[in-house]
């Protein structure tokens, strides 16, 4: 049972256009969201972060919008370089339970930016 | 700089053959965790320390231990890798301060069983 998903596995967009990554989650008692960059061979990188306080985070050209209503959040970038070529993880996690701090991840989506 | 550092990056076993992967961060981070990545999967959490306090999931297999004799280190153990544990094993760190704070991951070890 995925709590974190991320239904688009790959992503295709044109550079200086804007990327749109999407993330559902189905536990309303995650309080927490991030995103994680990862090339291949390295490790997740984390790129932004979201608490459950705020609807909007923005970072240079990468900014998370979180809609609690609609479980869903979504991270665009503006504008999109060949170098943000990646695949992107969307992780949540929740202060509260047993489970305190630990991040759940969707499965990713690889995010191809052409020249 | 400061970092989460795997070593080795690629390791290959035998199948029931015990294998150790390491970690080490120079954080000074408190909390340190091993994840298991399959191949387009999203990365699942094996265990954490929390300071010296281990903290196993539920679902993770009895065949995966680990040992932290330090704050910089962090051992993965597999007592008898099958073919089904060859993944991406990643190893992340955070510093709790009572709430959720970020993950620092390494470049993870890709594991082969033979």
């Known amino acids: 049972d995925q709590q974190v998903k991320q239904n688009s596995p790959s992503l295709s967009v044109q550079e200086g256009r804007i990327s749109i990554l999407n993330c559902d989650y189905t536990n309303s008692m995650f309080d927490y969201f991030l995103w994680y960059k990862k090339y291949p061979a390295e490790g997740p990188t984390f790129l932004i972060s979201i608490s459950s306080i705020k609807d909007k985070n923005e970072d240079g050209r990468f900014t998370v919008f979180l809609n609690k209503s609609a479980k869903h959040l979504s991270l665009h970038i503006v504008p999109s370089q060949p170098g943000d070529s990646a695949v992107y993880f969307c992780a949540a996690s929740s202060n509260y339970g047993g489970s305190q701090g630990n991040l759940i991840f969707g499965k990713g989506t690889k995010l191809s930016v052409k020249p | 700089d400061a970092m989460v550092i795997q070593n080795p990056r690629y390791q290959v076993t035998q199948f029931g053959k015990p294998v150790t992967l390491s970690c080490s961060q120079t954080?000074?981070?408190?909390?340190m965790y091993w994840y298991q990545q399959k191949s387009s999967q999203a990365p699942k959490l094996l265990f954490h320390?929390?300071?010296?306090?281990?903290?196993n999931e539920a679902d993770t297999p009895d065949n995966f231990q680990s040992r932290r004799p330090n704050t910089s280190f962090c051992f993965l153990d597999i007592r008898s890798p099958g073919l089904g544990d060859a993944a991406m094993y990643l190893c992340?760190?955070?510093?709790?301060?009572?709430?959720?704070?970020?993950?620092?991951f390494g470049p993870g070890t890709r594991l082969l069983v033979l």
């Open positions: 954080l000074n981070h408190n909390v």
């Open positions: 992340a760190t955070s510093r709790a301060t009572g709430g959720t704070e970020t993950q620092y």
């Open positions: 320390y929390y300071d010296k306090d281990f903290n």
